[in-house]
């Protein structure tokens, strides 16, 4: 089974989804399963992972109603407000659906760096794994020490770092972000996606070989075993079509094996998220 391990659906409303700002908007409209599925069949990919877009429970029960639908989409990764009393009563909900598969903040946006390591969020996270649900981490750079800790301090716990926590790869800049990722990478129970890459590099003049430097640190410390293809669609269209995003990838990998282009491909998903 070949997954796409991280795209988006929305039902569009300014209100609603606020970060879609000036200059973006080709992303303010609704995209649906739908629209995503010709897609995925034009790259023999047999379904996808959709990834919370909204910080609301509504937003995750609506994405497990499309789930129920569309039968490409394979899991849903929500939003629970983990630092909740109640945490225990909204996970155990969601959890009771067999597509939902794991959880997402936007950590990225909040102010403190040290955010993962708030008290009343370690104790949601560690409350995730009793659920048999993952954690995906959305970060930037600098946020990376603290997941390195977040992750040490629940070991039991599986983690994802999305988009490869956004390098700064229009700058060309590895420095500080090549040796967290190698030092979250040295965390038995931190995979990492593939994915992202696109709109973090110069979105309208990009070339393949801007994204080899990360790909090569990134393979390196995770190997294929712990890492996923992901398209962030249609955030990725900013930056590149569907199809582009596919051959990126699909052309570094060319100088792996077999099996373990199988894993990027979707092995790897399937077993980090639990996908039948």
Request: hydrophobic share 45%.
């Amino acid at each position: 089974m070949r997954i796409d391990a991280h795209q988006h659906c929305w039902d569009y409303s300014a209100v609603e989804y606020p970060w879609i700002g000036p200059g973006m908007e080709r992303l303010a409209r609704d995209y649906l399963p739908s629209d995503l599925d010709p897609l995925l069949a034009a790259e023999g990919i047999d379904g996808s992972v959709v990834v919370q877009a909204r910080q609301s429970l509504e937003e995750s029960r609506w994405l497990l109603g499309l789930a129920d639908d569309h039968p490409i989409v394979k899991g849903v990764v929500g939003w629970v407000d983990l630092r909740r009393e109640q945490v225990a009563h909204d996970l155990h909900e969601l959890a009771a659906h067999p597509r939902f598969v794991g959880v997402r903040h936007v950590v990225q946006d909040e102010p403190d760096p040290r955010f993962v390591l708030g008290d009343a969020f370690v104790r949601g996270v560690r409350q995730l794994h009793q659920h048999g649900l993952t954690y995906d981490l959305l970060l930037y750079p600098p946020q990376l020490p603290a997941a390195i800790e977040l992750v040490g301090l629940v070991p039991d716990q599986p983690f994802v770092v999305d988009h490869l926590a956004k390098p700064r790869i229009a700058a060309g800049d590895r420095g500080d972000w090549e040796r967290d990722i190698r030092a979250i990478a040295r965390h038995a129970n931190v995979w990492c996606k593939v994915s992202g890459m696109v709109t973090e590099a110069a979105r309208r003049g990009w070339k393949r070989s801007d994204f080899a430097p990360y790909l090569d640190v990134v393979f390196e410390a995770f190997t294929p075993r712990r890492l996923m293809f992901g398209s962030d669609w249609p955030v990725c269209l900013l930056a590149a079509e569907y199809a582009d995003v596919v051959a990126i990838v699909r052309d570094y990998a060319e100088q792996l094996s077999a099996d373990e282009q199988a894993m990027i491909w979707g092995g790897t998903a399937a077993t980090f998220y639990g996908l039948t």
